[in-house]
């Protein structure tokens, strides 16, 4: 029997992004969203965009490959990168992965995902030395202007809690998409879960002040294709940001489905950790 991939491949993943230059969408980074809003008082040079945000919590070969999809289309995006063992950072002679080199080549911006507060066991101080350091090493290799939180799911702490004693903008950081984008007027998507409308067995990856909202407006999709539909017919609002994790995004049979396996699990510890807490 012929293996069915219709969602989370590189096709409907290339589909996607044309479905929303179609419609009239400027794909943009973060941080080029940050500066159009600061230098033009407020105001994008396209009445509708969105914000592409992918964080690299694994596999940054798959990273690549969306970057050129992207960079093919004349999309742009912001890729950030978690740091350490835990990360794409690895190994006793620290060094940059090729595949982030070449991202940054295509004109993307690279970006720290930081999850400090996790990594260093909840000691504020700690986390931001710890902090410091991987921002200056990435930025040996680009100019980092923005960072973003990871979620760490099986960690007790927020790793914005960093933020409650220390600023990033001391430090030449533009933005955090947490915590610097005005989700009044943005409308965000995430395929955290291996679906879009996975807040449900998220931990932090969700906006909670406004989720309840856009689901009440029926702003919520199950599967790729379903979102598309809805971007054809008009149905998704004129400013969005659309997080995606490179690493579920494959046309490798193989390791498609050993994603989708790996993501139902995680979803079930999701699910009992939030009903734990």
């Known amino acids: 029997m ?24 400027e ?5 080029d969203y940050l500066h159009q809003m600061s230098n033009d008082k407020c105001q994008m040079s396209n009445d509708k965009y969105v914000i592409l945000r992918h964080d690299v919590d694994a596999k940054p070969e798959n990273s690549l490959k969306t970057a ?7 999309a742009k995006a912001s890729y950030y990168f978690r740091t350490g063992e835990t990360g794409c950072y690895k190994g006793s002679k620290l060094s940059l992965p090729e595949s982030v080199r070449a991202i940054a080549a295509l004109g993307h911006e690279i970006g720290y995902h930081y999850e400090d507060m996790s990594l260093c066991g909840g000691d504020i101080d700690t986390a931001w030395s710890h902090f410091k350091i991987w921002l200056d090493y990435c930025r040996q290799y680009y100019a980092v202007e923005t960072i973003c939180m990871h ?38 998507l995430t395929d955290t879960g291996r679906c879009w409308d996975g807040y449900k067995v998220s931990v932090r990856d969700k906006i909670p002040s406004y989720q309840d909202e856009w689901t009440a407006r029926g702003l919520t999709w199950h599967t790729t294709p379903a979102l598309i539909d809805a971007i054809r017919q008009g149905k998704i ?14 046309n490798n049979p193989a390791a498609w489905w050993k994603e989708c396996v790996m993501q139902n699990a995680k979803n079930i510890i999701k699910r009992i950790l939030i009903k734990t807490k």
């Open 68 to 74: 050129q999809i992207e960079h093919s289309l004349g």
């Open 2 to 25: 012929a293996i069915q991939m219709k969602d989370f491949t590189l096709d409907i993943y290339r589909e996607l992004l044309e479905t929303l230059q179609k419609q009239g969408y």
């Open 237 to 250: 609002p004129a400013h969005v940001m659309i997080t995606t994790h490179p690493q579920r995004w494959t």
């Open 27 to 31: 794909l943009i980074s973060y941080a």
């Open 151 to 188: 979620g760490a799911p099986t960690s007790k702490y927020d790793s914005k809690d960093l933020w409650q004693k220390y600023d990033y903008k001391k430090l030449d950081i533009i933005g955090e998409p947490y915590l610097d984008t005005d989700f009044s007027d943005v409308f965000y």
